[in-house]
């Protein structure tokens, strides 16, 4: 969780610098306070000013302002500093990082801070591969720099390899892993279900559901910036996996059940926002089925009701449930938490354009006697919404069951 974590971030000169002021909004928009501090390279590149409106801080250029030294000296930004992102990092930052020198504020930052350090080179593929840079990083490797990056693709200068600059939502994403130990969340698992299941009629053929996945992976996301071990059970989604989670895919709604008992033993948190098939072919045929009459009917069975099943265990984690409805969203819902005896319900309405496959949701959480309508927004945005309340609830009810046990 980057929530209220110090940032350093430092610009050096290269063209990718303009993605740093992106880099900027991210961070805030993930609640970090960001200082930023750039070379006299990357003020030919991009203004000052841009990074001070974004981060809402005075731009940190010159080792010799005496003004801005006199506020926070660079061993006091140093120290201020929880990590220090430098992106873009060029090829000379890296040497000059590489060889320790303190020749500029960045670079005299650098050496001065303990928090630790990632660099997301950027540079043309060729000043990448060349063995003095790669010399370089493996010097920064050795010093346990976090080196991220650089990605492969078109390059500024017309070329097309590796030497980009990793995009800035996944530089975001990437420093949760080097801030270990936050989060109202850290040191707990927590396993969800997430996406469609696909049921069998024929070899070629399933049966299934419009859900994209992208609200589990959204929740998938939100826990682990929250600290926690994520475990996310898939079903088929085309949708790349959240940093730092571990997925598992499964087809069908029998093999989510089986996943999910694998791992529900370990698990202190379940949520269930898996569009699970409640109905499966009874007899899936074994070869294709050809169109030899006019009708076809498929006789279909119940399947097991996953997030039932776990709530069911006598030795159950926080179970957390979601309700997909077309009407009373509500009233229906209510009655799954208690139904399923749930610790936790997020309903939303979906169908016609809302709800699945699509970006934006609407979650309203029910919880025994309580309700939140966390109301309309990007499903990232609601997902780390709910984990924190989530969090809040799962830690009343261990102190209440702590209590409880104490007292027996
Ligand atoms: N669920 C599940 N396994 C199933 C069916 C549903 O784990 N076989 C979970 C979903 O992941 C969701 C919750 O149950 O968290 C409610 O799912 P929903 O589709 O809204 O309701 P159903 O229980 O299937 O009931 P109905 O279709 O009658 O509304």
């Known amino acids: 969780m980057v929530q209220g974590k110090r940032i350093l971030l430092g610009v050096t000169g290269g063209i990718a610098a303009y993605k740093s002021a992106e880099l900027v909004r991210r961070l805030r928009e993930r609640g970090a306070d960001v200082q930023v501090v750039m070379t006299a390279a990357a003020r030919e590149f991009v203004s000052a000013l841009v990074f001070q409106a974004l981060s809402g801080r005075t731009v940190r250029t010159d080792l010799w302002d005496s003004a801005a030294e006199g506020a926070m ?4 930004l140093a120290r201020w500093a929880e990590l220090v992102l430098v992106a873009p990092a060029t090829a000379d930052f890296l040497a000059r990082l590489a060889g320790g020198r303190a020749d500029d504020l960045l670079a ?4 001065a801070t303990t928090a630790p350090i990632a660099v997301a080179p950027a540079m043309n593929r060729h000043m990448w591969a060349n063995p003095a840079t790669v010399a370089n990083v493996e010097r920064l490797r050795q010093r346990d720099v976090h080196i991220l990056g650089p990605g492969e693709g078109e390059q500024a200068c017309g070329e097309v390899g590796e030497g980009r600059m990793l995009e800035p939502d996944e530089l975001a994403d990437r420093l949760l892993d080097l801030l270990p130990g936050s989060g109202p969340l850290r ?8 996406g469609p299941t696909r049921e069998r009629i024929d070899p070629v053929r399933f049966i299934s559901n419009r859900s994209s996945g992208k609200m589990g992976f959204a929740v998938a996301q939100a826990a682990r910036e929250a600290g926690a071990d994520v475990v996310l059970v898939s079903g088929p989604v085309a949708l790349a996996t959240p940093p730092g989670v571990r997925r598992v895919d499964v087809e069908s709604a029998e093999a989510m059940l089986a996943e999910v008992q694998r791992e529900v033993e370990q698990a202190d948190i379940f949520i269930s926002t898996a569009a699970v098939a409640d109905y499966r072919p009874a007899r899936p045929a074994e070869q294709k ?4 009459s006019e009708r076809l009917q498929l006789d279909m069975e119940r399947t097991v ?4 099943s776990v709530a069911a265990r006598s030795h159950r984690p926080f179970v957390v449930g979601f309700a997909a409805e077309t009407e009373s969203v509500e009233q229906n819902a209510r009655a799954k938490l208690l139904k399923k005896n749930l610790d936790m319900i997020a309903a939303n309405e979906v169908g016609h354009t809302k709800g699945f496959d699509c970006e934006d949701n609407h979650l309203i959480v029910l919880w025994r006697a309580a309700r939140r309508d966390l109301g309309s927004g990007p499903k990232l ?3 780390r919404e709910l984990v924190r309340l989530i969090a809040e609830s799962y830690e009343a009810s261990a102190g209440a ?6 007292q027996a």
């Open 73 to 76: 000296g660079h061993i006091e």
């Open 108 to 111: 005299t930052l650098c050496l």
């Open 187 to 194: 040191g707990r698992q927590v396993l969800i279900t997430a």
């Open 289 to 292: 089925i050809k169109k030899h």
């Open 305 to 308: 009701d996953v997030l039932a």
């Open 381 to 383: 945005q609601l997902a």
């Open 401 to 406: 069951n702590a209590r409880g046990k104490a």
